[in-house]
């Protein structure tokens, strides 16, 4: 994660839009901050952008972000984290309808992945996956990392049957 800042005056942003969009069409960007600063000399606003440099957005995406290669996550996991990680995709949806927004805004494909992959087993773990703040965990974490618990049946989180 990398952050870049952006100081764009109120009274004529005109030719300091263009830089920002640029820079927003070319990265993938996890939040934005923005603040109306003013001062006897006038007022400007301070953005700070936080986003993944571009070998960690995607390898493989052109310049301008077309044309980016989809991960087949069939290929990259394994069957039984696929299994686990194919639930979580449908519990994420679930909440997403809840809470109407769109599934990404819960957890991206790779945050999930990611879970299934390093076992998270706990809110600290799942905290270090990029992406994942304090919003995020506070509305959704738990329930992600009761379904991700040895013993239990992601699809809901509760304990499985014991197996014959």
Wanted: charged letters at 25%.
């Amino acid at each position: 994660m990398q952050l870049k800042f952006f100081r764009i005056p109120a009274a004529d942003p005109a030719g300091f839009g263009e830089e920002l969009n640029a820079f927003l069409r070319g990265h993938r960007i996890l939040a934005v901050q923005r603040e109306l600063v003013t001062e006897s000399g006038g007022a400007w606003w301070a953005l700070c952008v936080e986003y993944l440099p571009s070998a960690v957005a995607g390898a493989g995406s052109s310049a301008n972000g077309a044309g980016k290669g989809k991960i087949d996550y069939r290929e990259k996991l394994s069957a039984e984290d696929f299994v686990v990680f194919s639930a979580l995709r449908e519990i994420r949806k679930q909440l997403a309808e809840r809470y109407g927004v769109p599934v990404y805004a819960v957890f991206t494909n790779e945050q999930i992945a990611e879970m299934v992959t390093t076992k998270v087993n706990n809110l600290a773990a799942l905290r270090k996956i990029d992406g994942v703040g304090d919003s995020r965990i506070e509305k959704y974490g738990e329930r992600f990392v009761a379904a991700l618990q040895p013993g239990t049946s992601p699809a809901n989180g509760k304990e499985a049957a014991p197996k014959p």
